[in-house]
C-alpha cells in the first residue's frame, strides 16, 4: 500500500490463480490445462503470421478479430453478430460482469462456483447472493426460480468449478425460461468434457449469453481467447464495454492460432475423447483406493478421501512434484480437485497416492 493508491485499489480483494511453479519434471495437474498440445495447424498459421522477417508484427491486430468471429460463427451455427471475442474469456465475464450483470438487485450465483465471479463483483461493484449447491452438490434450477426478487442476472459455470457436475441442458432451460427478464450467462468453460452446450438455446432465448474459452479443451490457455455467444444487443453491450477498454484485446497471432484451433475438428474431437477416456480411468482408480469422486464432466475431477485430511495430502503430493488444488473454503476444504492429465502422469498421481495412504 503506498498514499498513491486508489480507493478503488484499495479495496480490491484479487483472484489467486493456480500456481505456475518454475520447476523443471512436475505433475502439475493444479489448473486444468490439456495435456495435449493444440493442433500442429495452430502452429503452422502462427509461424505463418510471423513470417521470415516479422513485419506484420509492425501492423496493429483487426480490432474486430472478424477471421475468428466467422470460425466461430461456422462452428456453432450462428452470426457473426451473435459473437463477443476477448483476450481469455476471464476478459469476457469482467465485460459481462460490467455491461450486463450490475444492476440494482443482486446478481445470483452458486456459493461454491469459479471464484473469480466474487472478484468481479468486487472490482465492479456488483451486489451478488451466494445460492447454496443442493448437498451432493448440483445446482437446482428451482433455487433460480420464482424468487422472491428478480434477479440482477445469474451466472453458473456448466460443468460447475470446482466441483466438476453437469447440469443437463433441460434443467439450464428452465433457469433461462424462468427468468426472461434477467440475465443468464453460462459459463461454458469445461463443455466439450462430455456436456450438450446451451449455445442453440440462444437462438430461443434473448436473456442467454453462453461463454467458451480456448483454454481447455482446445489446449491454448497460452494464447489467451474466450467468446461469447448471446443475442446482438447483449454482444452490443460487451462491444461498448471492450472499445471503451482495450480496442485489441487479440493479437495477431492469437486471432490466427484461434482460427486454426477452431477449423480443425478431428484433432479436437479427438483430444476431448482422449481427456475423457484418461478421467474415466482415473475415476476408477481414485475410487479404487478410498476416494469418494463426485461425478464429473469436466478436464478435472473433485475428489475427497474420507480417512485423510485433502489439506495434508496436497502437501504430500506437493513434496513429490505434483501439484493439485487445494481450496480452504467452507463444504469443500476436504476436497482435492485434480486436473485430468497424461495417461501416464495419471499413473504417477495414482501411484503416489497408494503410497501416501499405505
Ligand atoms: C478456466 C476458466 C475460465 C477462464 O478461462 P480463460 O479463457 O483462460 O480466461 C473461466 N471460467 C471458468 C469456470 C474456468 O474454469
Redesign the pocket.
Known amino acids: 500500500m503506498s498514499r498513491f493508491w486508489s480507493q478503488v485499489a484499495r479495496d480490491l480483494t484479487p483472484y489467486v490463480p493456480g500456481e505456475q511453479p518454475k520447476i523443471a519434471n512436475l505433475i502439475k495437474l493444479n489448473t486444468?490445462e490439456h495435456p495435449c498440445p493444440p493442433s500442429p495447424r495452430v502452429v503452422e498459421a502462427i509461424r505463418a503470421e510471423v513470417g521470415d522477417d516479422g513485419a506484420r508484427l509492425r501492423l496493429y491486430p483487426d480490432p474486430n478479430a472478424d477471421l475468428l468471429k466467422q470460425a466461430i460463427a461456422a462452428r456453432h451455427g450462428v452470426t457473426t453478430r451473435e459473437i463477443f471475442v476477448g483476450n481469455?474469456?476471464?476478459?469476457v465475464?469482467a465485460h459481462a460482469f460490467q455491461a450486463l450483470l450490475k444492476h440494482d438487485a443482486p446478481l445470483l450465483f452458486p456459493d461454491i462456483t469459479?471464484s473469480?465471479y466474487p472478484v468481479y463483483c468486487g472490482l465492479y461493484g456488483v451486489d451478488h447472493v451466494a445460492v447454496p449447491l443442493a448437498t451432493d452438490f448440483s445446482i437446482d434450477p428451482a433455487d433460480y426460480i420464482d424468487r422472491d426478487v428478480q434477479p440482477g442476472g445469474i451466472i453458473f459455470?456448466n460443468p460447475n468449478?470446482p466441483t466438476g457436475r453437469l447440469l443437463a441442458l433441460d434443467a439450464v432451460e428452465r433457469i433461462v425460461a424462468g427468468n426472461p427478464d434477467s440475465l443468464v450467462v453460462v459459463?461454458e468453460?469445461?463443455i466439450d468434457f462430455g456436456g450438450a452446450t446451451a449455445i442453440p438455446l440462444t437462438q430461443k432465448h434473448d436473456n442467454l449469453l453462453v461463454?467458451h474459452?480456448?483454454?481447455?479443451s482446445r489446449s491454448l490457455?497460452g494464447l489467451?481467447?474466450?467468446f461469447a455467444v448471446g443475442h446482438p444487443d447483449l454482444i452490443e453491450a460487451l462491444e461498448r464495454v471492450k472499445n471503451s477498454f482495450n480496442s485489441y484485446p487479440l493479437d495477431r497471432l492469437a486471432i490466427v492460432g484461434a482460427v486454426a484451433a477452431i477449423e480443425d475438428e478431428a484433432y479436437f474431437q479427438q483430444c476431448c475423447a482422449a481427456v475423457i477416456a484418461s478421467r474415466e480411468s482415473l475415476v476408477g482408480q481414485l475410487t479404487e483406493i478410498g476416494f469418494d469422486v463426485l461425478p464429473s464432466a469436466a478436464n478435472f475431477i473433485f475428489a475427497r478421501h474420507p480417512q485423510r485430511d485433502a489439506g495434508e495430502l496436497a502437501q504430500a503430493l506437493r513434496a513429490e512434484s505434483i501439484i493439485v488444488r487445494h481450496f480452504r473454503l467452507p463444504r469443500i476444504d476436504q476436497f482435492l480437485r485434480i486436473t485430468v492429465g497424461s495417461d501416464e502422469q495419471c499413473s504417477s498421481l495414482v501411484a503416489a497416492l497408494r503410497r501416501l495412504l499405505a
Open positions: 486444468n481469455g474469456s476471464d476478459e465475464l469459479y473469480f459455470p468449478a459459463d468453460a469445461y461463454i474459452t480456448l483454454s481447455k490457455a489467451r481467447v474466450g
